[in-house]
């Protein structure tokens, strides 16, 4: 079964049925440009099991060339976290999602046979997400905001932006005129549901908050659950825990931004990078 095979799952993970979004079907189903042509597949892992399952009860994403050969995946799209039977089967893409099966009666079964197996959708509902023109600053401090949304077909917006005013503007300007450090919200809501993105102490005004804004990321690659702080010192040592109790004691990264006045001009090195930078006046 390896010959002409873009892919052979070793251990098995019981692949059961494989769907394409694409255009030609239902217009897409539904999702963003960047997903046509991805292949879905549903892994129903081990019979009958309970909980979730190393190999299956997941639905994983293919990236195919042209020519159909494998640029990446399988990436887990959506996985089974409950504690009963469920798995994922039957899949097919529908007018407004992808639809798939789960096989067994979930909770308070008697025996595989039970009636009881959903069918289920898993719908693109879009990411919100915003930019600024400046993000530090004395007061009064006046941000551009850009919406950066992938929200289908968007109706609504709403804007916190810390300081308790609000906007329902596509891209507002907003003026601080208060020192302080302020996050930022946004919430979007499109044809298939609300999407929220929240950027802490994403505002900085005034001199209070000297310091660089520190997002601290679950992932090595500056990817997974995230917490921003405005850090007044860069000198860690995190050999015995982790920056914070929401992030792991290991395989988690950071991200500085910011300004620094340096006190002469000279050859600066940190411990990780070095730099040139040059005092004003």
Not at 18 to 35: D, N
Not at 92 to 105: I, N, Q, V, W
Not at 134 to 153: E, K
Not at 262 to 268: D, G, K, L, R, V
Request: include cysteine.
């Amino acid at each position: 079964m390896r010959i002409n095979a873009i892919y052979s799952w070793d251990p098995a993970h019981a692949p059961v049925n494989i769907a394409f979004i694409q255009p030609q079907t239902f217009e897409g189903s539904g999702f963003p440009a960047e997903k046509m042509g991805h292949a879905f597949v549903t892994e129903s892992g081990p019979t009958w099991a309970s909980g979730p399952q190393a190999k299956g009860k997941r639905i994983v994403e293919f990236v195919l060339d042209g020519l159909g050969n494998r640029l990446s995946g399988p990436t887990t799209l959506v996985e089974y976290n409950g504690s009963g039977k469920a798995s994922a089967s039957g899949l097919a893409a529908g007018p407004d999602g992808l639809y798939f099966t789960d096989l067994y009666k979930d909770l308070d079964y008697d025996s595989p046979i039970d009636r009881g197996a959903n069918v289920l959708r898993v719908k693109f509902v879009g990411a919100a997400d915003f930019a600024a023109d400046r993000t530090v600053g004395p007061a009064p401090l006046t941000v551009q905001f850009t919406d950066l949304s992938t929200v289908p077909a968007p109706s609504a917006r709403h804007w916190n932006f810390g300081d308790s005013t609000m906007s329902a503007e596509q891209n507002p300007v907003h003026a601080y005129t208060t020192e302080g450090v302020y996050d930022v919200r946004l919430s979007v809501t499109g044809a298939n549901g609300i999407a929220i993105k929240q950027k802490n102490a994403f505002i900085i005004v005034g001199d209070q908050a000297i310091g660089l804004r520190g997002e601290y990321f679950n992932g090595i690659d500056l990817s997974g659950a995230s917490i921003t702080r405005i850090d007044p010192v860069i000198d860690f040592n995190w050999s015995a825990g982790s920056p914070d109790p929401a992030i792991g004691n290991d395989q988690f990264s950071v991200r500085w931004t910011g300004m620094v006045a340096p006190e002469f001009s000279q050859h600066y090195t940190s411990s990780r990078a070095s730099m040139t930078v040059c005092s004003s006046g």
